[in-house]
């Protein structure tokens, strides 16, 4: 079974904190994504990486960024918490194009 | 890139009864249609897909649809059961991994 892991599941945050979200997978896959998730909105891709040191902007990626220094690991980095990056975040890795493989969620609030 | 839209936002049925949600994608390009289950506070899991070069894929109750020239794709679940009460999101992917869901459907089944 492929295992996503996350560091947090819950994380509460000032308003201007720099935030590191990370994400760790144990199949060796090679792309690797961050979503957010909101009521509404469903799953927006922020970043996502198809290999080490590689990365590629997603439809929101404005106040984040992503860092992928070894292929198991994938971190959003927040570079300026703000209220309106309260929400869940999703990681995911997939070895093939198609089915992804889900962490379980950072439930981050910023006050 | 991709645009995923899909509807009914919620959907209450009764048990026993069918459902169906339907998605509408705008990248022609796109070859992968699955379909995730999210059962509340856990993580988004695969239940079906379906690629570009079938028109229609089933597993027990749950069947899947693809119309690649109206650009549009549907879930169905018969004789649904109160455990198929969760946030289902279709998502499409084009050859590049880029993968985008819809905003996600919430559906209650009442017993």
């Known amino acids: 079974d492929v295992k996503v892991t996350q560091s947090s599941r819950y994380l509460v945050k000032r308003t201007g904190e720099k935030v590191f979200l990370e994400c760790v997978q144990d199949?060796?896959?090679?792309?690797m994504f961050w979503y957010r998730q909101d009521p509404g909105l469903g799953l927006r891709l922020i970043y996502f990486s198809y290999d080490v040191k590689m990365k590629e902007k997603g439809d929101i990626p404005e106040g984040y960024s992503v860092s992928r220094e070894k292929k198991e690991r994938f971190s959003l980095i927040l570079e300026s918490a703000s209220t309106n990056q309260t929400s869940m975040y999703l990681c995911?890795?997939?070895?093939?194009?198609?089915?992804?493989?889900f962490g379980p969620g950072t439930r981050l609030t910023v006050t | 890139g991709e645009n995923v839209e899909q509807h009914p936002s919620t959907l209450s049925v009764q048990e026993g009864d069918s459902a169906v949600i339907k998605c509408t994608y705008s990248?022609?390009?796109?070859?992968?249609f699955p379909w995730y289950k999210q059962e509340l506070g856990k993580r988004p899991q695969l239940i079906i897909d379906i690629r570009s070069n079938v028109g229609e894929k089933k597993d027990q109750r749950i069947a899947v649809t693809l119309n690649k020239t109206a650009k549009h794709f549907s879930l169905h679940i018969t004789e649904t059961q109160p455990e198929d009460s969760a946030v289902y999101f279709c998502a499409a992917s084009p050859v590049n991994n880029d993968m985008r869901f819809g905003a996600g459907t919430r559906l209650t089944v009442k017993p």
């Open positions: 199949m060796d896959h090679e792309n």
């Open positions: 990248d022609s390009a796109s070859n992968y």
């Open positions: 995911a890795t997939t070895r093939d194009p198609y089915e992804q493989y």
